[in-house]
């Protein structure tokens, strides 16, 4: 009986190392066959995220928006900043880069100006926030001291003398998080649904800069690209073959979160708007917020 369990032991590890791991990384023989899987495996994978079940109307006996900040700076949250490297590989990426390559791909098409969905978004509409290129004073100095050559394109000026800024991965201070916590009544349950993600950063020209101001990149309505987040992968620093995908991560709620605004009467105004220059106090409104939704799940039990 305990050889029998050891094997069944043996089976389960192996196949959470088939699941998880680099596809083909034991037996590739050339490192352009790691994670390429063959057509028994892509068969008997399935690999697609777990569908929300449907949800009518009538169901949902409590519904508030919630939208939430995401610190990158926090250790809990690292799995969605790391890597910064690009060169890492396809299996390692960061959540700006998945969701950045998505949109120049075309595959992320869902894409918006504001947490409220309503005006779409392009890449030429986000050009001057990514790349910033402008002429150093030297150089500007350069052209004016031999002006008629640099227009008859006799002189070409210098690479050395042009101030060049991309925004990247390194970059990003935190996500914002569009969210809806619903209690359904039909399974007693208090629920999550999240809707939105928004990278919020400093603009290209003010990479570098002390205390420079940070702005919503971009919105992207999550429920589109489930499929997208759930084929990369954060890296789990415990376990490299048990990665977690992205879709999976953010569901679940496997981060820190701060509320910074509810759904309200006073036009969804954020907490930063009545509580301002405390810091303390905004934190104790974002528990109350918090306290206010679980509370009720709470007060159905209690006769």
């Known amino acids: 009986m305990k050889l029998r369990n050891f094997f069944v032991v043996v089976l389960a590890i192996a196949g959470s190392l088939t699941s998880f791991a680099q596809s083909n990384l034991l037996n590739a023989k050339v490192p352009d066959e790691i994670g390429k899987k063959t057509p028994a495996q ?3 994978d399935n690999d697609k995220p777990l569908p929300y079940g449907y949800v009518h109307d009538r169901d949902i006996l409590l519904g508030k928006a919630i939208w ?4 990158l700076d926090e250790r809990v949250n690292f799995p969605l900043y790391f890597p910064i490297d690009e060169n890492l590989g396809k299996e390692r990426r960061s959540l700006f880069n998945v969701l950045l390559q998505g949109i120049k791909d075309g595959r992320i098409t869902e894409v918006y100006g504001d947490d409220y969905f309503r005006t ?3 890449l030429q509409d986000m050009a001057t926030s990514f790349t910033y290129i402008d002429t150093i004073q030297t150089g500007r100095d350069e052209i004016n001291n031999y002006y008629d050559e640099y227009m008859s394109g006799a002189r070409v000026l210098d690479p050395q003398y042009i ?3 991309e925004l990247t991965a390194q970059d990003i201070s935190g996500y914002k998080i569009k969210g809806y916590w619903y209690f ?4 007693g349950e208090l629920k999550y649904r999240l809707l939105g993600i928004c990278p919020v950063s400093p603009e290209a020209r003010e990479i570098g800069s002390e205390n420079a101001d940070v702005i919503d990149l ?8 489930r499929d997208i987040l759930h084929e990369n992968k954060a890296f789990n620093d415990k376990n490299s073959a048990m990665s977690i995908t992205f879709d999976h991560l953010l569901n679940s709620r496997r981060f820190h979160a701060v509320v910074y605004k509810e759904e309200n ?3 969804d105004r954020e907490i930063v708007e009545y509580m301002k220059e405390n810091s303390q106090m905004q934190l104790l409104e974002s528990e109350r917020v918090k306290d206010k939704i679980r509370d009720f799940e709470q007060d159905m039990w209690n006769y």
């Open 265 to 267: 009467v006073y036009g």
């Open 163 to 165: 101030d060049k800024r």
């Open 184 to 187: 359904d009544k039909r399974q």
């Open 42 to 44: 892509l068969i008997s």
């Open 68 to 71: 939430e900040m995401i610190d």
């Open 120 to 122: 779409k978004k392009t």
């Open 218 to 225: 971009f919105w992207v309505y999550c429920p589109s690209v």
